[in-house]
């Protein structure tokens, strides 16, 4: 599938001098901020959209998260394979396409290409592997086909589902009593009769009639959420990636599934070495959310004339994995932010930006402190309208402009 395009820079992001910091980032299968340690390249894998509306700003918060973490890495040195999913056919997709009668394949395409302008106007990096489910169906059926042959998996009707069974829970650290809650919840089948533990997750949907199906080499049917992520992630970034990202809506069933299936697929553990998820975007007190129909959308915000560094501006200004709420102040807030940030840049001289660079990375690398970063950036900026300061470098507005560009992807 094709991803979108890259920013102009970021093929190779405004080069900053001075020492880059190791990124530490919070790691919710260990509760507590780890360094991260990928090697000369680092291996990213975020669980994508189901392009049946897109793109809220739920969404965009999750993705400018990890877009962090991917400029963080490269302002270090490493190279970075960002793989990321569309979950282009699913059950949700199905459901909205029939009523809205819209085929299930022009509504993805729609809601996707729509998702794809959202992320380049936002400034997001772009993945080097994105894949629509509908594109891997056979390599997540071989991979069905192994968990069946090694027992980790049975029939049930025409269906396949995973058997739950070795590290299982060790990914969001919920009690048994808070999952089987949760798989309800999020699309789980707990109470479905003859299954051989409440917990266990749909491998493979047999072929139901007035629905999609694929010939495989486990029958007629389509893949079940948790394993597209698995096989997509796995065979392209191998086991042990350095980072597995998405909502903290995500946390349970996906992630622990997802990485459950991958460690009984191939015996090695972990999936990931940090699983880092990001919190919830909420609107007038509830998380923002497609069932409950609360959506604040980046295009019509673009369609509306703000501008996209206004909105990317607005959603750093909290921690990432805080649940927030979109008022009515923020966006107005960013936009005198952002016009600050401009004004100051365009100044003939400001003061010496260097320890501005050293403080912004240092915040960013300390999981990803973006308000603290941000206050970094607005005392510069004062100081540099306000001529507060003794210094007068005529290099300055470049750095700090560079500085915001390259980390936090901000264009002035």
Request: with cysteine.
């Amino acid at each position: 599938m094709r991803s979108w395009p890259s920013p102009e820079h970021t093929s190779d992001l405004p080069a900053l001098p001075g020492q880059p910091r190791p990124l530490r980032l919070y790691d919710t299968a260990a509760d507590e901020v780890r360094p991260t340690a990928p090697g000369s390249t680092a291996r990213l894998y975020v669980c994508g959209i189901t392009p049946y509306d897109a793109t809220h700003l739920g969404h965009a918060a999750t993705y400018l998260a990890f877009d962090l973490v991917y400029r963080l890495w490269l302002d270090a040195g490493h190279r970075v394979h960002y793989v990321q999913n569309v979950t282009d056919i699913d059950d949700p997709l199905l459901e909205r396409a029939a009523a809205t009668g819209i085929g299930w394949t022009e509504l993805a395409e729609r809601e996707t290409e729509l998702y794809r302008q959202d992320m380049t106007a936002l400034r997001v990096l772009p993945p080097q592997d994105y894949v629509g489910v509908t594109e891997a169906v056979d390599e997540i059926a071989e991979g069905v086909a192994k968990l069946l042959a090694d027992d980790h998996a049975y029939r049930l009707e025409q269906d396949i589902y995973a058997r739950t069974a070795g590290r299982f829970g060790y990914e969001s650290r919920y009690s048994r009593a808070q999952m089987l809650e949760l798989f309800a919840e999020r699309g789980g089948d707990p109470d479905r009769p003859g299954k051989q533990d409440p917990l266990d997750a749909l491998l493979w949907r047999g072929r139901r009639d007035g629905e999609p199906s694929w010939d495989t080499a486990v029958g007629p049917g389509r893949p079940g959420w948790h394993i597209e992520c698995s096989v997509i992630a796995h065979n392209r970034l191998g086991m042990g990636i350095d980072v597995q990202g998405g909502g903290s809506d995500l946390r349970f069933p996906h992630h622990e599934h997802s990485a459950a299936h991958a460690e009984a697929l191939t015996g090695e553990w972990p999936f990931a070495r940090h699983y880092v998820h990001a919190g919830m975007i909420g609107l007038d007190g509830e998380k923002m959310s497609k069932s409950r129909g609360n959506l604040v959308f980046v295009s019509k915000l673009r369609g509306a004339g703000v501008d996209p560094m206004a909105i990317r501006l607005a959603l750093l200004d909290g921690h990432y994995r805080a649940d927030r709420e979109w008022t009515g102040g923020r966006l107005p807030q960013a936009e005198r932010r952002l016009a600050n940030w401009r004004r100051a840049a365009a100044q003939p001289t400001g003061p010496d930006a260097r320890p501005l660079l050293e403080q912004v990375r240092d915040r960013l690398a300390d999981d990803l402190d973006t308000t603290g970063a941000i206050a970094a950036v607005d005392r510069w900026a004062r100081s540099a309208v306000e001529q507060v300061s003794s210094g007068a470098d005529p290099d300055a507005p470049a750095l700090m402009a560079r500085t915001v560009d390259a980390l936090l992807g901000v264009r002035l």
